[in-house]
């Protein structure tokens, strides 16, 4: 079973600082896809990142593959109170059907 | 409206007795997925399918049943419910190829007393 270690589990922080949230695995996978989850809710997608190296900026936040596409990472600048959610990770299987295979999760509260 | 709607966001029912969590999509989207999320587990696959009546078995298949008569539902039956199937259960689509996102559902929250 290929499994994906995010780390931290959780995080809290002020405003205006800013984090990193590590995904790793020590399977290789197709393309990595970030979600973010708020209480109540599903994940919702935030981006794919399918090549390895590849960064990806969406406003204030940096995401990376790794070289080796075993790893990847979230990068949030100043951080504002509605980042506030459950960050998961998920790793595309090969094959037909590209069936996702989610992280732990990132609990992070951003306080005013 | 468009988009992935689950039913009942809620449920609580009695060990032994048999449910059913509705899922709808507007998409027509080939794949659909059923997943369960637990503190301490994260989101693991319980059934998915390809198109309408070809399903198959995830990572925790063991007490469910799903179906798949046309494209749009999805229904997942737990046919005798035990306690450990207490859990916030999650439906997704995906449209085919590779690489792209999931759209999830809001989710069933079920307890089993």
């Known amino acids: 079973t290929q499994l994906l270690e995010q780390s931290p589990q959780f995080l809290s922080i002020q405003e205006g600082e800013n984090l990193t949230v590590y995904c790793n695995s020590s399977?290789?996978?197709?393309?990595l896809q970030w979600y973010r989850q708020e209480p109540g809710e599903g994940p919702v997608l935030l981006v794919t990142v399918v090549t390895g190296g590849e960064v990806k900026k969406l406003k204030r936040l940096t995401f990376q593959f790794g070289d080796a596409r075993k790893d990847s990472s979230l990068h949030i600048t100043a951080a504002q109170p509605g980042d506030t959610g459950l960050y998961l990770c998920a790793g595309v299987q090969g094959g037909a059907t590209n069936k996702l295979i989610f992280g732990t999760g990132t609990l992070l509260a951003v306080q005013p | 409206d468009a988009g992935i709607t689950q039913s009942p966001r809620y449920k609580i029912t009695e060990t032994g007795r048999q449910v059913t969590l509705m899922c709808h999509q507007t998409?027509?989207?080939?794949?659909m997925f059923w997943y369960r999320q637990d503190l301490g587990h994260g989101l693991r696959l319980i059934y998915y399918s390809a198109a309408a009546d070809i399903t198959d078995k995830g990572e925790v298949p063991d007490g469910y049943v799903v179906s798949r008569s046309k494209t749009e539902n999805f229904p997942l039956t737990l046919e005798s419910a035990t306690r450990s199937q207490t859990s916030v259960y999650f439906c997704?689509?995906?449209?085919?190829?590779?690489?792209?996102?999931?759209?999830f559902g809001s989710g069933t929250r079920l307890t089993v007393v």
């Open positions: 998409w027509s989207h080939s794949y």
């Open positions: 399977s290789v996978f197709s393309s």
């Open positions: 997704a689509s995906r449209v085919d190829g590779t690489n792209y996102g999931y759209t």
